[in-house]
């Protein structure tokens, strides 16, 4: 019997103390993409982006033109050259869509380095805004909930106002 009071004492003093522990941990949620677009730099960023997409998407073209004549060019002229001509041509012109399209990939890898650049410091920004906010309001955790960013449900505070607030967007 002394036995059984004991585990019962300690049942009750585990659930009490399981209760307490959840009670103290306080939950919120943000969605942080909505956080990141509201940003002021973001738009920055979004316009540098686009101005060096624009001149890569104008070299493109450009050599692209160039190869185009050059095709139009060599077709045309192709009856009135010599065989071993026509096949430095063709070599020439092979040559010049390998470029186009290495250049295409580099311009894509470039891009994609310079938007994860211009992205660091934004998203780092955010997280010291949430982490002051989270703090402050005494929170221990703070879920994402961007869609797809795997919570599954956000019933605590949204803190997304808060750190507007606190960033003075």
Same mark, same amino acid.
């Given at each position: !019997?002394? &036995?059984?009071?004991?585990? $019962? /004492?300690?049942?009750? $003093? /585990?659930?009490?103390?399981? %209760? /307490?522990?959840?009670?103290? %941990? ?6 942080? &993409? #909505?956080?990141?677009?509201? !940003?002021?730099? @973001? ?5 540098? !982006? ?8 104008? #070299? ?12 139009? &060019?060599?077709?045309?002229?192709? %009856? ?7 096949? *430095? ?29 211009? $992205? *660091? ?5 955010? *997280? ?15 879920? #994402? ?7 599954? !449900?956000?019933?605590? *505070?949204? $803190?997304? #106002?808060?750190?507007?607030?606190? @960033?003075?967007?």
């Amino acid at each position: !019997m002394k &036995q059984f009071k004991t585990l $019962l /004492f300690a049942a009750a $003093l /585990f659930i009490g103390a399981t %209760s /307490f522990t959840q009670a103290q %941990s306080k939950v919120a949620h943000i969605n942080t &993409q #909505d956080l990141i677009q509201a !940003m002021p730099e @973001m738009a920055a960023a979004q316009a540098e !982006m686009e101005k060096l997409g624009k001149t890569y998407e104008a #070299d493109i073209k450009a050599m692209a033109t160039e190869y185009q004549n050059k095709m139009k &060019q060599y077709e045309a002229e192709a %009856s009135s050259k010599t065989d071993e001509e026509n096949q *430095k041509r063709l070599v020439e012109v092979q040559t010049m869509q390998q470029n186009i399209q290495q250049y295409q990939g580099t311009a894509q890898q470039q891009m994609q380095e310079k938007e994860l650049a211009l $992205l *660091k410091p934004i998203t780092e920004k955010a *997280k010291a805004a949430i982490l002051k906010v989270a703090r402050a309001q005494g929170f221990q955790y703070v879920l #994402d909930s961007t869609q797809g960013g795997g919570v599954i !449900m956000a019933d605590g *505070k949204n $803190l997304l #106002d808060d750190v507007k607030k606190e @960033m003075g967007i």
